[in-house]
């Protein structure tokens, strides 16, 4: 599978380096020295970014918001060398989908990417996906196109924010430990606080009001019908 990556790192070194070895899985990779080239592409929409947050001019915060504005549904993953906790939280605050704290081997970010692109896109050939609509009145969903409208205007959902809606509804009724919820969004490997799924949850209500999410009290979450 040929997907499309958008590598932006302001050192030359390690941008050219860690582009070999993304090429080297057969992906098609272009690659940026400053957020101001990656801001010229944005609407060319790759399968994922890979951002660093410290650039000399428009910093990584600045560049996914606006990626998120326009593209909503494709995967981020962040690199830092700056502080990584803190980094983690905003990262994920602002819907990035993976977080590497510099330094760290190319094979790692490569594994990750890897794990990634399989998540969101199923292992499918993205040309050859067929379109799958269903409907959750009111919001009617393009799993496919991994896009949710209602009333023809489209819910600007980040990649996990579907990812989540999707597994309620496909899990409509069924109780979800916060647990199973962690491992099917941020994958087995994820270590740290259960309660991120919480965050999720609540900015996926906030934008989807009419999904009725309960709060099952010292378990987890469930989807019950409308």
Same mark, same amino acid.
């Given at each position: 599978?040929?997907? %499309?990556? &958008? ?22 990779? @272009?690659? &940026? ?11 060319? !929409?790759? @399968? ?12 990584? *915060? ?16 962040? /690199?830092?060398?700056?502080?990584? +906790?803190?980094? %983690? ?5 602002? +819907? ?10 190319? !094979? ?5 990417? %890897? ?9 499918? $050939?993205?040309? $050859? /996906? ?5 409907? @959750?009145?009111?919001?009617? /969903? ?24 999707? &597994? ?12 199973? /919820?962690?491992?099917?969004?941020? +994958?087995?490997? *994820? &270590? #740290? ?11 996926? %209500? ?11 009290? +010292? *378990? #987890? ?6």
């Amino acid at each position: 599978m040929s997907y %499309r990556i &958008f590598l932006v790192e302001d050192d030359g070194n390690l941008n050219a380096l860690l582009a070999s070895y993304l090429n080297k899985e057969g992906w098609e990779v @272009h690659t &940026f020295l400053t957020g101001e080239e990656a801001r010229q592409v944005i609407y060319d !929409r790759p @399968h994922l970014w890979i951002l660093d947050i410290m650039l000399p001019d428009v910093d990584g *915060y600045q560049l996914i918001s606006e990626i998120k504005a326009v593209s909503p549904d494709i995967p981020v993953i962040f /690199i830092s060398a700056r502080d990584a +906790g803190l980094d %983690r939280v905003i990262g994920l605050e602002k +819907g990035c989908d993976d977080y590497l704290p510099k330094p760290f081997l190319p !094979r790692e970010l490569v594994i990750r990417t %890897r794990k990634l692109l399989e998540r969101i896109y199923n292992n499918t $050939s993205v040309t $050859s /996906i067929s379109t799958k609509v269903f409907s @959750h009145p009111p919001y009617l /969903i393009d799993e496919s196109r991994r896009i949710v409208t209602i009333q023809n205007e489209k819910v600007e959902l980040t990649s996990k924010e579907f990812d989540l809606m999707l &597994f309620f509804i496909k899990n409509q009724g069924q109780a979800l430990l916060r647990e199973q /919820i962690l491992n099917h969004i941020w +994958g087995e490997d *994820y &270590f #740290g606080t259960d309660r991120v799924v919480d965050d999720l949850v609540r900015r996926l %209500r906030k934008k989807m009001p009419d999904l009725r999410i309960e709060t099952v009290y +010292g *378990y #987890g979450y469930r989807l019950v019908k409308a």
